[in-house]
């Protein structure tokens, strides 16, 4: 089990940028890719990013591409996500979630093992 606990998010101005971190429990961290979903009111559950385990490979949803960057340290069990240039619809609880396997398309992207509490983050227009 890996344990998954966000850094709490904030209200944020239209424009501006916020870090999420996503602290792992227990020694197995590298072992799982990892991933940010979000899921704002009303909506289902969003893929955002994902970062393979050995931080090669990163993946991103279309909405957020340029604009948002995830990374990990597996040297601190941690992973982060780089919001930049946020837009009021990116305002949702975000979720740090890991995978056993990574993969991308036919909603694969949310077969993830496990997840955290979730953060909220707000942008204000």
């Known amino acids: 089990q890996v344990p998954l606990v966000e850094s709490v998010g904030g209200l944020v101005q239209a424009g501006g940028s916020l870090r999420l971190s996503c602290a792992a429990s227990?020694?197995?961290?590298?072992?799982?890719?990892m991933g940010w979903l979000r899921q704002a009111p009303g909506k289902e559950r969003e893929f955002v990013a994902a970062i393979n385990r050995s931080r090669g490979s990163t993946y991103y949803a279309d909405s957020v591409k340029g604009r948002f960057t995830i990374s990990r340290d597996n040297a601190k069990n941690t992973g982060y996500l780089q919001k930049n240039s946020l837009k009021p619809e990116d305002k949702a609880v975000y979720y740090c979630?890991?995978?056993?396997?990574?993969?991308?398309?036919?909603?694969?992207?949310?077969?993830?093992?496990?997840w955290g509490q979730g953060t909220q983050v707000t942008v204000s227009s």
């Open positions: 227990g020694r197995t961290f590298s072992s799982y890719d």
């Open positions: 979630v890991t995978y056993n396997v990574f993969r991308l398309g036919a909603k694969r992207e949310y077969d993830y093992d496990y």
